[in-house]
């Protein structure tokens, strides 16, 4: 963590007793912010939000009025790209800065890093003191994907699960059942690959670095992990195993030009009705689901991400989560402003203007799922239930590990032995990680 003069000197004035009366002014910020004239006891003072644009922006500050109105605060609330919101918060944390007070964060990207920098302030002694909030409402999966080293360090905002897309129409025409298992997926792929009619088995991400989150389900569901017991294992029978799943469903039904595939490719061709089977993220749903997008929106069916043999075993993760930043001298009303965008009212209305959200109640409200498809939302619940809260190789250098993680799969779609692959990649991946626990 970052010390700055100024910090050390505070504590070195807070720790002698005769001059405690300097420390408390240290906290006159919050202080005044506690005891001031609004509603909720807080002062008319203004905190500093940076959020990326989205449904739960835009619901947050629809709803602000009435929040600001409720507790005295006014919010200066200011919505960026997600590259902008990233170059943006680098820039401001980097340097200190008080402000933003609240903002919005990839976990899986950014919150190792992050905590390491000393930029993000712990929340469990504040969701620990506050029933009310119904902390444990939140997905365990969820949460996995907001703390570090045991700190919960961000609240989750919107999560992503992995299922299944499919086409129900040629299911049916061929009198096959909706794949509940990996091998029975890998069978119905061969039987509907069908390149001479332009409709093919499998799509899915095939460029390097986007496509490991959505291999990383093929891994967990054979057993293995991108890392295991703080040790690389990339090359283990389990993860290599899953690997190779991954790759033989794209090398043998996919469509040609995979490896330039990120999500908005390989949706396409599925909501072209190019492909019978589809993997990805449940929030893009809508791209498969809207007729204006999708050619078989009428057509297209939705199932758990099928079992291998440890199980179905989809991730389950909190995409964006807000969280407080360690150096703003209003965490107090921080918080309350926290609170108030992860609860279950706000998540309530964020989710019927289609961003999902982590608490299980608003999931089993009828209110909450208004609306989704029927059957999505039984995916989805199941998902949460049984998911794995990250998706991603778990360090500070994510992007050098997705990296090393997708090229296994490249050479694999290029002929390579997967296994081989894994045993050179598994020496860089530690290499990452060893670099990453000396900075």
């Avoid at 001059?19 to 240290?26: I, M, N, V």
């Avoid at 279950?344 to 982590?358: F, T």
Wanted: hydrophobic content about 40%.
């Amino acid at each position: 963590m970052k010390f700055t003069i100024i910090r050390r000197l505070t504590a070195l004035v807070c720790s002698v007793s005769l001059l405690g009366l300097l420390c408390a002014c240290a906290g006159a910020n919050d202080s005044a912010s506690r005891n001031g004239a609004g509603k909720g006891g807080f002062a008319d003072r203004t905190l500093s939000v940076f959020m990326g644009r989205g449904p739960a922006a835009d619901v947050i500050k629809a709803s602000l009025p009435e929040f600001e109105s409720e507790t005295g605060l006014r919010v200066d609330l200011q919505i960026f790209s997600n590259e902008q919101l990233s170059t943006k918060l680098t820039v401001q944390l980097d340097a200190d800065s008080s402000s933003p007070d609240v903002f919005m964060l990839r976990p899986l990207e950014e919150l190792k890093l992050f905590h390491k920098n000393g930029w993000l302030l712990p929340l469990d002694d504040y969701v620990r003191r506050d029933a009310d909030y119904e902390f444990g409402d939140f997905s365990p999966s969820a949460i996995d994907s907001t703390t570090d080293n045991g700190q919960l360090l961000s609240i989750p905002l919107s999560t992503e699960q992995q299922i299944l897309y499919y086409r129900k129409d040629l299911l049916q025409k061929a009198g096959i059942p909706v794949p509940r298992t990996l091998d029975e997926l890998e069978e119905a792929a061969a039987k509907l690959h069908d390149p001479q009619n332009g409709v093919y088995g499998f799509v899915a991400r095939g460029q390097k670095n986007a496509l490991v989150t959505q291999l990383s389900s093929f891994i967990f569901s054979e057993g293995g992990d991108f890392q295991t017991g703080g040790r690389a294992s990339l090359n283990s029978p389990d993860t290599v195993k899953g690997m190779t799943r991954y790759v033989n469903l794209l090398k043998r039904y996919g469509p040609p030009g995979v490896m330039n595939m990120g999500w908005p490719q390989a949706m396409g061709i599925f909501a072209q009705g190019k492909a019978a089977f589809y993997t990805d993220a449940s929030a893009i749903y809508s791209s498969a689901a809207d007729p204006d997008k999708s050619a078989v929106a009428d057509k297209v069916g939705y199932a758990l991400f099928p079992a291998g043999q440890a199980g179905a075993k989809p991730f389950n993760i909190t995409a964006w989560g807000m969280a407080i930043n360690a150096a703003s001298a209003k965490k107090e009303a921080a918080w309350t402003f926290l609170r108030w965008a992860t609860s279950k009212d706000l998540v309530m209305r964020s989710q019927q203007k289609g961003n999902p959200g982590a608490r299980s109640s608003v999931w089993n409200d009828p209110q909450g799922v208004s609306g989704f498809p029927k059957e999505y939302i039984a995916v989805v619940n199941e998902s949460i239930r049984s998911g794995v809260g990250h998706d991603r190789p778990q360090v500070i250098s994510v992007g050098d590990a997705r990296d090393v993680v997708g090229d296994i799969v490249i050479k694999g779609l290029l002929g390579e032995d997967v296994q081989e692959s894994a045993d050179k990649a598994n020496i860089e991946f530690q290499l990452i990680m060893d670099r990453d626990n000396q900075k």
